[in-house]
Structure formats: structure tokens, C-alpha cells
């Protein structure tokens, strides 16, 4: 059973990073033929949630979504009903990219432009000496070179897509074409491969624990302002609901 918390309507997952990479692990060992798809939800995607029957549609055919960004996590404290930490697409990849050393997964890396992925799969398999890199694209086809790609991820059958497209991108992409792709798991990392390649910097630690990854992002690149707005509307709808929701209950008690 899922142990949910929903957020403006997005049934988030109560689970921290380790326990989402414990249950990939069991997905590769399974015998399933549609990839199980992880979406790491951020206030984007739930603000758009409700305006977009595709993504109701995508979130309702999700196996696994998790709270990526303190706005997610702030706003389950709201409603009493905290969810454990964040789990953002980076540090998924990261540990996932860890036990899949251990074990010896296959991976493909799909997304980001031809420089970077090109280096940032190099730095990974320089990493991770024991994964296999079944294949690599950037991001960036058209729609014949789109069914090329398709093709050679199903015959190829990595235990992990990686699809790094930016969001929803990725989880568009991955839901339209879920039934053609021979994965087992598949999940969007966002920028993540410009952020191993080099040619994005992730906020230092200290910003990092101090939830302000956001405002590090929006310095480094201010051009992301227009879609930073969305925050302050996703905290206002997701403060709005938790005061409803509260209320609500301390009649019923
Ligand atoms: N990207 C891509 N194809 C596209 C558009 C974007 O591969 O058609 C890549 C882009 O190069 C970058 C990533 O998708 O590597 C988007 O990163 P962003 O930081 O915008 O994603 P977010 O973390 O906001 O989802």
C-alpha cells in the first residue's frame, strides 16, 4: 500500500532517498515489463497539476512520486503530516548511481546537449567502474531521430533509464512512450547531468541544509525567474489547503 500525503492532489510518497533506492533495487530484480516510473514532484508540477489533464494523467500512471524541494516538504509540515526529507532528481541519481555500483546495473543516459552528457557519462563511468553504460543521447532530436532513440533503449534493456530533459519534460516524454521503453525503472533527473559535467554548479552544502538551494539556483541562473514565480503561488494554494484541512479537522475532534 502507498503511504501518501497529498498536496494540492498529488499523492506524494512517504519515503526518503535510501528507501526509494531500496525499492528500484527490488524493481530490477522483478520480472516487470513497464518500467516503473519515479517522479521526484517539485511545486512545479503540482501547481501545473490541476490545469493539466496530461500531467493528472502522468502522475495517475506513476509508481513512485517523491517531495523534491522544500517547498514540498514545508508544505506537508502545513498539514500535520510531515513528510521525511527531500529526494531531488541529483541526489537520487547519486545513490542510485552508488548501489548500482555495488550491483553492477546497466544504465542509459538520455538528455542534456551532446557536450555534456558525452562528459558527464564519462565522469560517471570513471566513478563507477562496475555499472554498465548501455548507451547515451542528448536531449536535444527530432522526431526521427526521436523513434531511433526509442528503439535502441528497448533493445538494449538497461536496468535504469535516466532521462534528464528538465521537468515535465522528462516525465512527458517517459509517459508517452513508457510502454516502448525495455527499462525496468526510469525517472527524471533535471539538470543533473550539466551539474556532474561541470557546467552547472550545485549550491554548496551549507545552502543546501539551510533550504535556500532555490535562491542559489535563481543567483546562478537568473534566467529561471520567470518559472521561480511559481513558489510563492504553490505556497500560498499549498498554505490555503492546509489551513482548510486543519480547521476541518479540529471540528471533527
Ligand atoms: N534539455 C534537453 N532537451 C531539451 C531541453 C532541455 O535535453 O529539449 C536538457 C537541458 O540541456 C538540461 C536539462 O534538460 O540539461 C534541463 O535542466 P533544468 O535545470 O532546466 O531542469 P529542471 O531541473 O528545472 O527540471
Known amino acids: 500500500m502507498r503511504d501518501i500525503v497529498k498536496i494540492l492532489g498529488v499523492p506524494f510518497n512517504r519515503i526518503t532517498t535510501d528507501g526509494t533506492v531500496d525499492i528500484i533495487e527490488n524493481q530490477i530484480n ?26 493528472q494523467d502522468i502522475i495517475d500512471d506513476t509508481d513512485l512520486i517523491t517531495p523534491d524541494g522544500v517547498g514540498i516538504i514545508l508544505a506537508s ?8 526529507e527531500r529526494v531531488t532528481g541529483v541526489d537520487l ?5 552508488d548501489r548500482g555500483n555495488e550491483r553492477g546495473w546497466s544504465f542509459y543516459f538520455l538528455g542534456a546537449d551532446e557536450e555534456t552528457n558525452k562528459k558527464a557519462v564519462e565522469i560517471i563511468k570513471e566513478k563507477n567502474s562496475n555499472i554498465v553504460v548501455t548507451g547515451r543521447h542528448n536531449g536535444f532530436f527530432n522526431k526521427e531521430e526521436e523513434e531511433k532513440i526509442i528503439e535502441e533503449i528497448s533493445n538494449l534493456k538497461p536496468d535504469i533509464l535516466i532521462v534528464a530533459l528538465g521537468a515535465p519534460r ?19 533527473v533535471g539538470g543533473s547531468l550539466d551539474v556532474i559535467a561541470g557546467k552547472v554548479k550545485r549550491a554548496p552544502l551549507i545552502w543546501q541544509k539551510l533550504n535556500i538551494e532555490w535562491l542559489h539556483r535563481l543567483l546562478s ?11 510563492p503561488v504553490f505556497a500560498w494554494k499549498a ?9 476541518f479537522h479540529k471540528k471533527e475532534d
Not at 239 to 247: H, I, P
Request: charged share 30%.
Open 30 to 55: 522483478s520480472d516487470r515489463k513497464k518500467p516503473y516510473h519515479i517522479i521526484t514532484g517539485n511545486p512545479e508540477i503540482v501547481v501545473s497539476y490541476k490545469k493539466e489533464k496530461v500531467l
Open 77 to 84: 509540515k502545513w498539514k500535520k503530516d510531515l513528510l521525511p
Open 93 to 97: 541519481l547519486a545513490r542510485v548511481l
Open 170 to 188: 522528462a516525465e512527458k516524454w517517459i509517459y508517452n512512450n513508457k510502454l516502448r521503453l525495455n527499462a525496468k525503472v526510469t525517472f527524471g
Open 221 to 231: 541562473q537568473p534566467s529561471r525567474w520567470r518559472r521561480q514565480l511559481v513558489l
Open 239 to 247: 498554505f490555503g489547503e492546509a489551513v482548510k484541512e486543519n480547521v
